[in-house]
Every structure is written in structure tokens, then in C-alpha cells.
């Protein structure tokens, strides 16, 4: 049986209309998951990290979230079906929303039952917090006036330097076109997460089948010599 994390024990604030709640940020990117446990902490609620659908079930069968926040393109499937599956359940988790830096996947994400869409990058504290309260019912919004903040957030880079090592990995082990879709899919949300135009520049190799190019791109970026 889980448990059950909307029975906050905190109330929400103006500052931190969150707070007492718990996000599940369903994300392989390390940066981007960074990018958004720093605005849900600024925003008062707790926040736990799954980085592909295998581990956000292993979580759902322990706790339901008030918040699971689902990247599209996950490793080993389509965040499109998971959320599906979340708003098909009994009890229904009160807000999902997709996550992409590809604006076209938000129909496809409400179609199959999210509450609202975050596009990558997603830095700015208001904007955040405006999407996730418009996406929860009306009855688990937070009474009283709600203070929009001007803050915005930036990873650490040692995020982005964990995303290029599992970047090397992915491009060491694929073998297939759909290995190298999920590649250029995952380096096109680092890309836009990090402002990273050599990154978007490396996607496009890779759907061009320049696949040394990415390497040596990838490899120059670490520090790591060429084989």
C-alpha cells in the first residue's frame, strides 16, 4: 500500500505555494532535473527524482506524489505512456505534466491526460509555479494571494559534465537507429536546458550520421583524448 503524500502536514505560503507538497520529476537529464528540484524547493515542496519509466513505477508503487512531472523521451520508453497510465489510475496523482524541449510533443502529452506542459528550459521561478498551481484541482490549490517571484534558477555545471559522461556512454553503446534517436533526443533537451549551441550543433550531426564529429565534440568538452 502507499503512501500518501498529499496529506500535507505544511501549509502553503505566498512565497511558497508548494510547500507540503511532493514533485516526482520523471527526467534522464541530470541538468534538467536539477534545473527543476531547485525552483520546487524555491517553491516549498519536496522532490524526488526517477530518471526512466522502470524507476518512476518502482516510486509509484511506494507513494503517490502531488506533482509527477514526465519528460517525453525517456530511455527505456515514451513519457506519453506513463502518463496515460497516471491519469487512468485510482487514485489519480492531482497534477501531471509533460516535459520537453520540443513545443510539438504538448499536444500528444494533454491528449493522453496531463494537466499542463513545461517547456525546456524551464529556469524562471513564476512561470513554474503558475503551470504546476493552473494544473492541480482547484480544491489542492493554496488559498490567499500568491506572490509571483522574478527569480529564476541555473544548474550547477557539474550537472551538464554528469549529462556529457552519460551523452559518451549512450554513443559508445548504440547500435541502432533507435539508440541514436534517443542520443539526439537527449542532447537536443541538454541543449536547450544549458543554452548549449555546440550541443544542438552535435544533434544535427548525428541525424546527418556524423557520428565522429559528435564523439570529438563530446570528448574535446571532457577533457578526454580521442581513441
Sequence with gaps: MFQDLTLARERPTAREP????????????RFASEAVRLLCVRSGARVRRADCLTSASRHLRVYRPSVVIVDMGLPD?????????????????????????DPSAEP????????????????????????????????????????APLEEVQPDAARLTEDLLSAIDLLDGASSASDY???????????LSAHDGELTAAVEAIREDRIDEVEALLKRRLGLPMS
Design 181 to 191: 534517436d534517443y542520443l539526439a533526443h537527449f542532447l537536443h533537451g541538454l541543449a
Design 108 to 147: 500528444g502529452a494533454l491528449a493522453a491526460g496531463a494537466d499542463g506542459f513545461l517547456t525546456k528550459p524551464i529556469e524562471s521561478l513564476a512561470v513554474f509555479q503558475a503551470t504546476v498551481l493552473d494544473a492541480l484541482p482547484p480544491g489542492d490549490r493554496p488559498g490567499g494571494p500568491h506572490v
Design 77 to 101: 520508453g515514451s513519457g506519453r505512456d506513463l502518463i496515460a497510465e497516471l491519469a487512468g489510475a485510482t487514485p489519480r496523482v492531482p497534477a501531471i505534466l509533460g516535459f520537453s524541449g
Design 18 to 29: 508548494l510547500r507540503g507538497s511532493t514533485v516526482l520529476v520523471v527526467e534522464d537529464s
